[in-house]
């Protein structure tokens, strides 16, 4: 039977499915209940809920202006290769964005270039963890304290994974992680800050009281997104989804004007399911990427990701390097289906978009690397071990 695979996704369960319906039968609230169950899990005592992890970030680094208090210090160091939506965040909270490149082996910060940075008017830095893989926080985290600046630990894509032991996104001054459409647990839309910082919070709190709810046409819509999510995201009818041009899925697009709004009640007991359950869901997802790392072969063509040994990946997805363009666009066209993309196409210093906050514009070799090469390979629980072995199949024919 013909399946065409999602990228990414966390499947929503009838159970969750039924729970979400008598929830809001009954008109319950379980906001508080996923605040609790945050702050219980990571160990801080405050958490905030927002519609989305854009809409979070661009609070937290507004909040972290306000608490340095110094015009000055304006600027946020991200990755030179990394999700749009940090830089947009940056963009919307007044704020300017520099650039550090990143180390084409492992996906994280590069050290080196980082320790050599002039950080005089640095407010914070933001560490990516894409693909669930954590970057070398703790390294991270140490020249943020030696130099005097925040660090904010974004964990959107890295609910779950680990570094030293320690849960991705409890690192520096402040955590965000997301709820959005195929991140590792879902309720289609929603985004977090967690701290432990009560200066930071009071300053938040301020931030959040002004903050609109989602409007009923809003939450209309965000119902309808439930149900066909629900529906849809299986391999035997996303083709249906995928076949709509005006979906635009998988399409990564820069945004502007990001609307800041609280999290919904409507979809908050979805989210508190996935919570509940998001070691199941890991499990999944960590068996699929561990068999990637063991079973396709690194070669003149195909190279890996060396990810630290401090780490435990809950590999949203698993990223490999294709070297030949030809071979990568080859694997892209023929095995679009198995839920096979390229990810970001362009590293942030090629963004026309950010180009009057970017305070150094130039080269960056690293990131430059990876949006050429890069691909990801899906890792949800409809990945069986068969469409393992077809995947594999596909890309040892392709760059043979």
Request: aromatic share 10%; hydrophobic share 35%; charged share 25%.
């Amino acid at each position: 039977m013909f399946k065409y695979f999602p990228p990414s996704g966390s499947p929503i369960t009838t159970q969750e499915i039924l729970y979400w319906l008598a929830c809001n039968a009954f008109f319950a609230d379980k906001r508080k209940d996923i605040n609790k169950s945050l702050r219980d899990r990571f160990k801080v005592e405050h958490s905030y809920l927002f519609t989305t992890g854009r809409g979070a970030m661009t609070v937290l680094l507004r909040s972290l202006k306000k608490l340095r208090n110094k015009a000055e210090i304006n600027e946020v160091i991200i990755p030179a290769y990394t999700c749009y939506s940090v830089a947009s965040s940056i963009q919307n909270a007044g704020l300017k964005v520099r650039l550090c490149d990143v180390d084409p082996i492992t996906l994280s910060y590069n050290l080196e270039k980082l320790q050599k940075m002039p950080f005089a008017n640095v407010l914070c830095i933001v560490s990516a963890n894409l693909y669930g893989i954590p970057n070398q926080l703790q390294e991270i985290e140490s020249i943020a304290k030696k130099n005097g600046f925040y660090m904010v630990d974004d964990a959107a894509q890295s609910f779950n994974a680990k570094y030293q032991e320690k849960e991705v996104g409890t690192f520096g001054t402040a955590g965000l992680y997301s709820f959005d459409k195929g991140k590792n647990i879902t309720s289609i839309e929603g985004g977090s800050i967690i701290t432990n910082n009560p200066e930071l919070a009071e300053i938040i709190d301020s931030y959040y009281s002004k903050i609109p709810s989602n409007s009923v046409k809003d939450n209309l819509l965000t119902a309808i997104k439930v149900i066909i999510y629900y529906l849809f995201l299986n391999p035997l009818l996303y083709w249906i989804p995928a076949s709509l041009p005006f979906l635009n899925l998988g399409k990564t697009r820069y945004e502007e004007n990001i609307q800041i709004k609280k999290y919904s009640r409507l979809v908050a007991p979805i989210a508190l399911m996935q919570i509940k359950r998001s070691n199941q869901i890991a499990e999944k997802r960590i068996a699929n990427g561990l068999w990637y790392k063991s079973n396709i072969e690194e070669k003149k063509t195909i190279s890996k990701i060396n990810e630290s040994d401090q780490g435990k990946p809950v590999y949203l997805r698993y990223p490999i390097k294709v070297k030949q363009r030809e071979k990568r666009e080859a694997i892209l066209n023929h095995a679009k289906r198995y839920g096979i993309t390229k990810s970001y196409p362009k590293s942030l210093n090629q963004l026309k978009e950010i180009e009057e906050v970017l305070v150094n514009p130039g080269e960056f070799e690293g990131a430059e690397q990876i949006s050429a090469q890069l691909i990801t390979l899906p890792t949800h629980t409809f990945i069986n071990n068969n469409d393992r072995e077809n995947i594999k199949n596909i890309i040892d024919e392709m760059t043979a």
